[in-house]
């Protein structure tokens, strides 16, 4: 499905939108029966771990199993994984706009610098499973999570709901319109711990001076569709009071060459078809460099840079009111840009 101009001005208005019907029935029963798998060794985990039942346990681990790729990469197994996991990575009907989102410079995640050839190539960036059993009122608080997600940002999700979620049930809420700086400064402008206090449920409160011109959406959906939100967008977990379960999957995309969580996915089942292998592989060279906080010394393709990387992405090419990303550099490599002239670098620049 290619994006509509409704879907566009809703998108470039609030950083995200509900896509109805993802996933058909079908889908979502092979999508649930492994979840159904990960659940039961949860429940047979937790009846002989005296750990607290509903947050201590992170169902969407991975597994230690580790394999090597054809590039001499090595990766983590994953957790959930089926052929209609795989065919996640790149569903029909969400390709096609992450391929605009992730690739046209405008939106402000692509860098603006990036050749037109390369635009569609985004990458799967790492994913996370959210569970949450349902509850009962005897259960004790459930405290969700913090706002965060800033305007530099570079990445853009795919929230997969695999149940149902209600009105009041919680789970994905963001603040309307943060992705652009001006809103975001509006937040961040009001007095008091906005981050931590932005939803008023049964165990949290909103700040009762909260800006009316950014307010809170808690985001309803049916099991099948498919929450797409930018990064750049303030969001957070909405405690969960649902009496039924919670499965959401998040897919996490960045576009060609930028480095954010870098997992490293298992690219050699052979079920895989030849767009998820190069979906999930990482990109041979960059336009930003690695977290600081990871090792990359057996992966030295991982700190190649692109030739046309630019210390900054130009913003003359944004939607009104958008940021462009942040290209993170160390200062060395940003001198050595800007020494080749220009903020461009000199061919084959290695890191
Ligand atoms: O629980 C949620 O839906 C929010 C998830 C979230 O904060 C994230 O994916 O960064």
Request: include cysteine.
């Amino acid at each position: 499905m290619k994006m509509d101009d409704a879907m566009r001005t809703a998108f470039a208005r609030q950083g995200y939108i509900v896509v109805p019907d993802v996933l058909n029935q079908q889908e979502l029963d092979e999508l649930n029966q492994v979840y159904d798998q990960h659940v039961l060794e949860r429940e047979e985990t937790l009846s002989t771990a005296s750990t607290d039942k509903q947050n201590r346990f992170y169902i969407g681990g991975r597994d230690k199993s580790v394999t090597t790729d054809r590039h001499g990469n090595t990766y983590m197994g994953r957790r959930f994984w089926s052929k209609a996991y795989m065919d996640l990575i790149d569903n029909e009907t969400m390709l096609p706009i992450m391929e605009e989102i992730l690739g046209d410079p405008s939106w402000g995640h692509a860098p603006a610098h990036m050749p037109a050839e390369l635009r569609p190539l985004f990458r799967l960036d790492h994913d996370n499973v959210h569970y949450k059993p349902g509850r009962n009122p005897t259960d004790g608080a459930d405290k969700g999570g913090g706002l965060h997600g800033g305007p530099s940002s570079f990445h853009i999700t795919c929230v997969y709901e695999l149940k149902t979620v209600g009105p009041n049930d919680g789970g994905f809420g963001c603040v309307v319109g943060t992705h652009k700086q001006a809103n975001e400064q509006k937040l961040m402008d009001i007095d008091g711990d906005w981050r931590r206090s932005w939803c008023d449920t049964e165990w949290t409160s909103k700040l009762p001076n909260w800006d009316q011109d950014v307010p809170v959406h808690r985001i309803e959906a049916k099991a099948g569709d498919c929450i797409l939100f930018s990064e750049k967008l303030k969001h957070g977990t909405i405690p969960w009071a649902g009496r039924g379960e919670r499965r959401t999957l998040f897919y996490k995309y960045v576009p060609f060459g930028m480095h954010h969580g870098d997992v490293a996915y298992d690219t050699n089942d052979p079920e895989l078809t030849a767009r998820q292998k190069r979906i999930l592989e990482f990109s041979p060279c960059w336009f930003n460099e690695p977290r600081e906080d990871k090792d990359y010394s057996a992966n030295l393709a991982l700190t190649t840079l692109h030739p046309l990387a630019c210390v900054e992405s130009d913003p003359s090419v944004l939607l009104p009111g958008m940021s462009p990303p942040h290209i993170r550099l160390a200062d060395e490599t940003k001198a050595m840009l800007l020494s080749a002239g220009g903020g461009g670098a000199s061919a084959n620049a290695k890191l």
